[in-house]
């Protein structure tokens, strides 16, 4: 079982990114998907996450408007489009799965990708 996300890189303010979530060795059909994001000596924040039909989602305050996640059953695949991007955006981006349901707690998730840098710079 192993979640990879992928897709961080260097982007201006006003760019965009699409961070990837494949998972291997498991299907994500039953699950929710959540991406966090952490900075250095923060706490882990959730910023987006859909449920396992890909019907429900949720978005952090700061990121709504600016950020969609989807998923992709075929590819067993999550998706973070970010546009926009701001300074305040620049973090390790984590995706995490767990049964069914978005919970916005990292300890709910017991499967989690190794992150991905975001850095948002002029």
């Known amino acids: 079982v192993q979640l990879q996300a992928s897709g961080g890189g260097l982007v201006q303010p006003g760019g965009s990114l699409r961070l990837s979530c494949a998972a291997s060795?498991?299907?994500?059909?039953?699950?929710?998907v959540a991406w966090f994001r952490q900075a250095p000596g923060k706490e882990r924040e959730g910023i987006a996450c859909i449920n396992n039909q890909g019907t429900s989602f949720y978005y952090l305050d700061s990121v709504k408007g600016r950020f969609t996640v989807s998923r992709d059953f075929a590819k067993n695949m999550v998706y973070l489009q970010m546009n926009s991007l701001t300074l305040e955006d620049t973090d390790i981006y984590y995706c995490?799965?767990?049964?069914?349901?978005?919970?916005?707690?990292?300890?709910?998730?017991?499967?989690w990708g190794q992150g991905t840098q975001v850095t948002v710079s002029s």
């Open positions: 995490a799965t767990r049964s069914y349901f978005c919970s916005g707690i990292p300890g709910e998730y017991p499967y």
């Open positions: 060795g498991f299907t994500l059909e039953q699950n929710a």
